[in-house]
């Protein structure tokens, strides 16, 4: 039986409303005109691993980024990630409330730092939402797997 509100999805888990978080992401090496972003972190239980950071460049112009949920956890205590993206808080900790924000592409870097008070509270809302070690109970494994699958 299913929750009022909630809907069974096709991963085998509840439909439930993904929770964004808007902020500000300063950029530390760039022109001061164009030194802050407006980014949009989503979390989908139906994605229940993942957060999404659409970064908005421009009126019509968006990037995301796909990052673990437990990577960028873990970038509130300390540094984490590896390779294209890489987190960690400032270097008072929890107390200090900036969050550094790497992104590399093949021939750029670009650092921001943002508020991580929110960031980490947000965080915790997801974690409220979708507690640490069940996410798998929200995917429907068999469904995943006949998906990968060549067509018959």
Same mark, same amino acid.
């Given at each position: 039986m299913?929750?009022?509100?909630q809907?069974?999805?096709?991963?085998?888990?509840?439909?439930?409303?993904?929770?964004?978080?808007l902020?500000?992401?300063?950029l530390?090496?760039?022109?001061?005109?164009?030194?802050?972003?407006?980014?949009t972190?989503?979390?989908?239980?139906?994605?229940?691993?993942?957060?999404?950071?659409?970064?908005?460049?421009?009126?019509?112009? %968006?990037?995301?980024?796909?990052?673990?949920?437990? *990577?960028?956890?873990a !970038? =509130? $205590?300390?540094?984490?990630?590896d390779?294209?993206?890489?987190?960690?808080?400032?270097?008072?900790?929890?107390h200090?409330?900036?969050?550094?924000?790497?992104l590399?592409?093949?021939?750029?870097?670009?650092?921001?730092?943002?508020?991580l008070?929110?960031? %980490?509270h947000?965080?915790?809302?997801?974690?409220? *939402?979708?507690?640490? !070690? =069940? $996410?798998?109970?929200?995917?429907?494994?068999?469904?995943?797997?006949?998906?990968?699958?060549?067509?018959?």
């Open positions: 299913t929750a009022p509100g809907e069974h999805n096709h991963f085998g888990g509840s439909e439930r409303a993904p929770i964004t978080l902020t500000t992401l300063h530390l090496s760039g022109p001061p005109e164009s030194s802050t972003i407006n980014c972190l989503s979390y989908d239980p139906n994605d229940p691993y993942v957060i999404r950071l659409e970064l908005l460049i421009a009126e019509d112009m %968006r990037v995301t980024w796909v990052v673990g949920r437990d *990577l960028l956890y !970038g =509130t $205590e300390g540094l984490s990630g390779g294209d993206f890489k987190v960690w808080p400032s270097r008072g900790g929890y200090h409330s900036t969050l550094y924000l790497q590399k592409r093949p021939n750029s870097v670009a650092t921001f730092a943002t508020n008070r929110a960031v %980490r947000w965080l915790q809302d997801t974690y409220t *939402l979708v507690p640490h !070690g =069940t $996410e798998s109970a929200l995917l429907d494994w068999a469904a995943l797997a006949q998906s990968l699958l060549p067509p018959a």
